[in-house]
């Protein structure tokens, strides 16, 4: 950076970075962390801010006074509610005991070549906290589970009792965040090779940092006030969830989680860090009264708009029976009769005669657009008069189009669409598709 100091003075997106990375050798993540520090406009994921873990990584932020602006708001409820959540399996606790073990090795290897009794780095330290983690182990294990379906259940607060029995209580959670830094310290070195034991760490991501994370949420701030809005809950599986570990054949996995079902809790954090501002955009975040009160913030400042789309521009309606009067019900029971077919085909032609232009016609699946095509192009109504099939029928008002079941064929169908749209000769055009699928 010292280098480059004409970095930062423009506004950057990721593929800038890159090129930036490629051309001038730095590399991109490290000039973002750097510039982070000093620019007035910081983009970054939702998760950035508000996960705890990820918060901590973006150092030399300077929150106070700061304005924080989450676009497209609507998912942060659940977002919060996850970030201040966690879910322990007992195949990543494997992994964190596997990690303690190599800390253990990798400290008496450091200790023997630089020969020094350095507190921070002393082997016992880690075999405290290996110890620590196969009680855990060892205790989730032996939780009684009566319903494989239900799971075993607790108010929150239950995890302080069950962790205490284990010597992990407030004040203790402290000295073990501190050997879990050293521990990441660590093995971050064995991984760069600084210190060629034979260790090889087998991971660029601590695990011992989820134990870390999850201590901070269940000693948030050394109270147990905010177990209230928590449960406590073990479920077990027979198959494994998470690729990063072996199973071992005809063992269960459990989980245990502690879930919040506050969003508050991770917006309070802000409050703390002494914003200056949250704004929250997007088109869906009404009703507003119900927004402010899960996340927990007053927002004295709100503003609604109205839809671009005026009222006397849209309608929206069922049809529950067709012209003959027959029932449009499109239920798997129904929905292969002849009768249910005709009368559908009926009233896409009768709307292809009155609606101008374009018209869309959604089916459930492929198959069900398939059937009732083909039944249309080979058969008319009972009680018409026509001879026309129904298909030919539909033809007479509107162009057909149909959305076709290979990815690669798609644009040409949109292509056909709008040119069909455009042919003065035709009265418009009806594009059948498949709900969910490619339109």
């Not at 918060?55 to 977002?79: K, M, P, Q, Y």
């Not at 400290?107 to 009680?135: G, T």
């Not at 239950?158 to 029995?165: A, K, M, N, R, V």
């Not at 069909?420 to 339109?439: E, H, M, N, Q, Y």
Request: glycine letters at 6%; hydrophobic letters at 35%; proline letters at 5%.
């Amino acid at each position: 950076m010292k280098n480059n100091t004409e970095l930062g003075s423009e506004p950057f997106d990721i593929e800038d970075l890159v090129n930036i990375g490629r051309t001038k050798g730095p590399c991109p993540y490290y000039i973002s962390r750097e510039l982070s520090k000093s620019v007035d406009i910081l983009f970054a994921p939702y998760n950035y801010l508000i996960d705890p873990g990820n918060r901590r990584s973006l150092t030399g932020i300077s929150w106070n006074n700061a304005v924080l602006i989450f676009d497209e708001a609507h998912n942060l409820e659940s977002i919060c509610a996850d970030a201040a959540s966690f879910d322990l399996l007992t195949s990543n606790l494997t992994s964190c005991i596997t990690e303690a073990q190599e800390c253990i090795q990798l400290c008496s290897f450091k200790r023997s070549i630089e020969n020094s009794a350095e507190k921070q780095f002393d082997p016992e330290n880690y075999a405290i906290l290996k110890a620590l983690l196969m009680a855990l182990e060892k205790k989730i294990g032996e939780l009684v589970i009566d319903s494989k379906e239900l799971g075993y259940t607790k108010p929150g607060s239950y995890i302080y009792e069950f962790l205490s029995e284990l010597n992990i209580t407030s004040e203790t959670s402290k000295k073990l965040i501190e050997t879990i830094d050293s521990a990441s310290l660590l093995l971050e070195e064995g991984n760069s090779g600084e210190t060629k034991a034979g260790v090889k760490a087998k991971s660029t991501v601590s695990r011992l940092e989820t134990i870390r994370d999850m201590l901070d949420i269940i000693f948030k701030g050394g109270g147990q006030n905010h177990a209230k809005y928590y449960s406590f809950h073990v479920n077990e599986s027979s198959r494994q969830t998470s690729g990063d570990s072996l199973q071992v054949f005809g063992k269960a996995s459990r989980t245990l989680s502690w879930w919040c079902f506050n969003p508050g809790l991770a917006m309070e954090e802000f409050l703390k860090l002494g914003v200056r501002s949250i704004i929250l955009t997007s088109g869906t975040l009404s009703p507003l009264d119900s927004l402010a009160m899960e996340l927990n913030l007053e927002f004295p400042v709100r503003l609604e708009n109205p839809h671009v789309i005026s009222q006397d521009q849209i309608w929206v309606g069922v049809v529950p029976v067709g012209p003959s009067g027959h029932p449009l019900n499109s239920s798997y029971r129904t929905r292969e009769t002849v009768k249910y077919k005709q009368e559908l085909g009926t009233v896409i032609v009768n709307f292809a005669r009155i609606v101008p232009d374009g018209l869309l016609v959604f089916f459930p699946s492929y198959s069900m657009m398939d059937k009732c095509i083909d039944y249309w192009k080979n058969r008319n109504h009972e009680h018409s008069v026509d001879d026309s099939t129904i298909w030919q029928r539909m033809c007479k008002h509107k162009q057909p189009v149909i959305e076709p079941r290979q990815s690669s064929n798609f644009p040409n169908a949109i292509e056909d669409y709008a040119a069909k749209l455009r042919d003065p000769s035709t009265s418009g055009a009806i594009f059948f598709a498949v709900c969910r699928g490619k339109v």
